[in-house]
T-cell receptor, first 114, second 111 residues
Framework: EPEVTQTPSHQVTQMGQEVILRCVPI?????FYWYRQILGQKVEFLVS????????KSEIFDDQFSVERPDGSNFTLKIRSTKLEDSAMYFC????????????FGSGTRLTVV | GQQVMQIPQYQHVQEGEDFTTYCNSS?????IQWYKQRPGGHPVFLIQ?????EVKKQKRLTFQFGEAKKNSSLHITATQTTDVGTYFC???????????FGGGTRLMVKP
């Protein structure tokens, strides 16, 4: 079964450093997303991306965050200057065209900011 | 903004007992989706409900969407240890481009 692939699985970074989380969505999917989950808490929406542009973003997704689809397969989330409160599991997800499709989530990147 | 509440937060059951989790949205939903997350894992899509009053079944799982499209439930009949995990409901906005997750119900099953 096709998978959404995320790398790295775990990233430790110092406060103030930039991090880039990488995702390879399923090849025939057209919508891409980033969600995050602070340990033991709910899954929170960050951003959705379609047709090479952001379609929706949450309040969490401020100027420190950016997304990019640099080529035909990768989808990245960049955090410019990490804060302690950015520590969380970050999930990439993708889905096919059409509103009635479930999301396929990747296995996540655990980001730890120290 | 849209809020999705889910109860209970935790549920311990004996294997073979039934389990239900309830989901309520502050606004009318375009659709509602259910996901299961095993401990240490990622959310896995279970089902989507779109129509008012819709009921769908997957083996021992029954999903309902309320008439007003603001609430939903998941019922598991005769739980098994493999059902262990956190069950999340997630409401979709009209464009379907944003899911608002409930807080999840963590199900623990005693053998």
């Amino acid at each position: 079964e096709p998978e959404v692939t995320q790398t790295p699985s775990h990233q430790v970074t110092q406060m103030g450093q930039e991090v880039i989380l990488r995702c390879v969505p399923i090849s025939n999917h057209l919508y891409f997303y980033w969600y995050r989950q602070i340990l033991g808490q709910k899954v929170e929406f960050l951003v959705s991306f379609y047709n090479n542009e952001i379609s929706e973003k949450s309040e969490i997704f401020d100027d420190q965050f950016s997304v990019e689809r640099p080529d035909g397969s990768n989808f990245t989330l960049k955090i410019r200057s990490t804060k302690l409160e950015d520590s969380a599991m970050y999930f990439c997800a993708s889905r096919k065209l059409g509103p009635s499709m479930g999301y396929t989530f990747g296995s996540g990147t655990r980001l730890t900011v120290v | 903004g849209q809020q999705v509440m889910q109860i209970p937060q935790y549920q311990h059951v004996q294997e073979g007992e039934d389990f239900t989790t309830y989901c309520n949205s502050s606004t009318t939903l375009s659709n509602i989706q259910w996901y299961k997350q095993r401990p240490g894992g990622h959310p896995v899509f279970l089902i989507q409900l779109v129509k008012s009053g819709e009921v769908k079944k997957q083996k021992r799982l029954t999903f309902q969407f309320g008439e007003a499209k603001k609430n939903s439930s998941l019922h598991i009949t005769a739980t098994q240890t493999t059902d262990v995990g956190t069950y999340f409901c997630a409401g979709a906005n009209n464009a379907g481009n944003m899911l608002t997750f409930g807080g999840g119900t963590r199900l623990m099953v005693k053998p």
